[in-house]
């Protein structure tokens, strides 16, 4: 019942919305007998799931009114950002995308982590085709290029970095920087460009900060795939239903309800989406205190005392979902490409990523990957992958051992789901093999491969 609740005020404050005005959100969100806010508790829609075959999911999405690709709230006059941004710190961590290349070229870095991910499993070896922002020249939108390929979900053009998916089942696409949020000495800021322009509801973004061993690959926090949140995390989340963000803090798994003032307001009521103009989006937190808005208009979502978080550093993971984007819209839409540029944390704490030089292992396929240099002490193999007793072996196939599943909610555990594997490394390791059972709905797959250490 805790559950629901929240999720069915949401719901119905929408509905009165749509019905009355802002005068009666204001007013279900107030006392009856008090002309002042209290605080509430920061709900958010969730997916209702059936048991479903993970080739052709039959679920539906909780009921809600779908973000239409163009929609810009009635009588507004969209606005040009106008507050001036204060500069970071000089040791700020910053990733600016440089780069023109003469046509859209993958974006996979060496400091960053790229994490592409889609459930079904016909659509493992290839995506599903979608025609993604950028022409085959890098012409800016609205020219578009075909896109299919695992690789090219995450791209570049024209100084910045796109990226693009399309899932009838479900998919995401995760960037990690190599640099921790550190906020142990107070607040820590975590700073975006982003377009604004979104061509679906059932397309998304979110960002994620939990602590260095607990970071999930690939957190979600639906049930319809992958294995639910990190067991502490804070996830900042692009509603479903309007473009306006809330917040989720989890504590061993469960939610803890963000308490306090917030906004449900779509950015498009003061400004027009646009998918080559892009915007700053700002995070600020501590252990006790969080905010997420939008500085160079000066508003905010969410300006929030929090439950204290017990944990002062944390992985910085940047998602991009697709669910079934054509999906629920009165007019045309599809999957999205969303345009990143000038990620900025400070402070910053670097930490040791090492890649793979496969993206993705199978039974059909070599199973063994090469590391680009040696493993350091206390390091961790970290992948995503599916299948039955998983094994990896580090001195060339003389001794196996189970590949360790990283911490996870176990409600959320299901044979068709990619899991987080998170498993210690000896240091000085260079190459690693892998091998696995045949699951029922197919053969045992690894991806994304790659080696942590702090």
Same mark, same amino acid.
């Given at each position: 019942m805790q559950k629901i609740w929240p999720t069915f005020r949401l719901f119905l404050i929408i509905a009165v919305s749509a019905v009355s005005g802002a005068s009666a959100v204001m007013l279900l969100m107030r006392p009856e007998s008090s002309p002042i806010p209290r605080p509430i508790v920061v709900a958010k829609p969730t997916a209702i799931l059936a048991d479903v075959a993970p080739v052709q999911p039959t679920v539906v999405m909780a009921e809600a009114a779908p973000v239409q690709p163009t929609a810009v709230v009635a009588d507004v006059t969209p606005m040009q950002p106008t507050a001036a941004i204060p500069p970071l710190s000089a040791g700020a961590f910053q990733e600016r995308f440089d780069g023109q290349p003469t046509s859209p070229q993958p974006w996979n870095p060496p400091n960053w982590d790229v994490t592409v991910h889609s459930r079904d499993v016909d659509?493992?070896?290839?995506?599903?085709? &979608? *025609? +993604? &922002?950028?022409?085959? $020249?890098?012409a800016p939108p609205p020219a578009t290029h075909q896109m299919s390929a695992y690789e090219d979900a995450a791209f570049q053009c024209r100084d910045h970095m796109m990226t693009a998916i399309n899932a009838s089942g479900y998919g995401a696409v995760y960037l990690t920087p190599n640099q921790l949020a550190d906020f142990s000495q107070g607040e820590a800021v975590i700073r975006w460009d982003m377009s604004t322009l979104r061509t679906s509801g059932r397309d998304w973004v979110d960002l994620w900060i939990s602590p260095f061993d607990e970071q999930l690959q690939l957190p979600l926090e639906l049930e319809v795939d992958l294995s639910g949140p990190p067991r502490n995390a804070v996830q900042i989340r692009l509603d479903l239903s309007r473009n306006a963000f809330t917040a989720s803090i989890y504590r061993d798994f469960k939610e803890v309800p963000v308490e306090g003032e917030f906004s449900l307001q779509g950015y498009d009521s003061f400004l027009t989406p646009d998918a080559k103009r892009r915007d700053t989006f700002e995070v600020r937190m501590s252990r006790t205190h969080l905010s997420v808005g939008m500085p160079g208009y000066n508003f905010k979502w969410i300006d929030s005392e929090i439950p204290e978080l017990g944990w002062s550093q944390g992985v910085v993971q940047f998602g991009h979902h697709s669910y079934n984007?054509?999906? $629920?819209?009165?007019?045309?839409?599809?999957?999205?490409?969303?345009?990143?540029?000038?990620?900025?944390i400070a402070p910053a704490r670097p930490f040791t990523m090492i890649k793979a030089n496969r993206r993705f292992i199978d039974s059909e396929v070599s199973?063994?990957?090469?590391? /680009?240099?040696?493993?350091?002490?206390? /390091?961790?193999?970290?992948? /995503?992958?599916?299948?039955?007793?998983? *094994?990896?072996?580090? $001195? +060339?196939?003389?001794?196996?051992?189970? /590949?360790?599943?990283? +911490?996870q909610d176990t409600e959320f555990f299901k044979d068709e789901h990619f899991r987080s594997y998170w498993t210690p490394i000896p240091a000085g390791t260079q190459q690693v093999q892998f091998r696995g059972q045949d699951w029922w709905g197919g053969s045992w797959y690894i991806r994304d491969i790659s080696v942590w250490a702090q």
């Open positions: 659509t493992w070896g290839q995506l599903e085709t &979608m *025609e +993604a &922002m950028h022409g085959p $020249d890098c984007p054509s999906k $629920d819209c009165s007019n045309p839409c599809g999957p999205n490409t969303w345009h990143g540029d000038n990620v900025q199973s063994t990957v090469d590391l /680009a240099r040696p493993v350091p002490e206390r /390091a961790h193999l970290r992948f /995503a992958g599916i299948g039955g007793s998983l *094994e990896v072996s580090f $001195d +060339a196939g003389k001794i196996w051992q189970p /590949a360790q599943i990283q +911490a």
